[in-house]
């Protein structure tokens, strides 16, 4: 069982930025930020590949960078140029993937943002 515990949510005007922090108790290397607005669908805001490489959401790339800490089990999210509709609560997710095919998904509680206009 891995924990995902999300920080860093709050309030902010708009173009203003925020940076989200995702601890885990445990080192998983597939792991990505979510998000999910009010009446949408959750959708992928940032993530990492099992090879270590990045991908965005279209709505979000060229504002947010998504890095990790791997002496720390940490990953964070920046998040620049923060509009309106990126409100959202944002949520850490984790794919474990052991032999045999065998996944663990695993989900942080979520983090709120507000960016007012």
């Known amino acids: 069982q891995v924990q995902l515990v999300e920080s860093g949510g709050g309030l902010v005007q708009a173009g203003g930025s925020l940076r989200l922090s995702c601890a885990a108790s445990a080192r998983i290397n597939l792991m990505a930020w979510y998000r999910q607005a009010p009446g949408k669908q959750r959708e992928l805001a940032a993530g990492?590949?099992?090879?270590?490489?990045?991908n965005y959401g279209d709505s979000v790339k060229g504002r947010f960078t998504i890095s990790r800490d791997n002496a720390k089990n940490t990953m964070y999210l920046q998040m620049n140029s923060l509009k309106p509709e990126d409100t959202a609560v944002y949520y850490c997710?984790?794919?474990?993937?052991?032999?045999?095919?065998?996944?663990?998904?695993?989900w942080g509680q979520g983090t709120q943002v507000i960016v007012s206009s």
């Open positions: 997710y984790a794919k474990d993937v052991r032999p045999w095919g065998i996944t663990y998904d695993y």
């Open positions: 990492f590949t099992s090879g270590g490489n990045t």
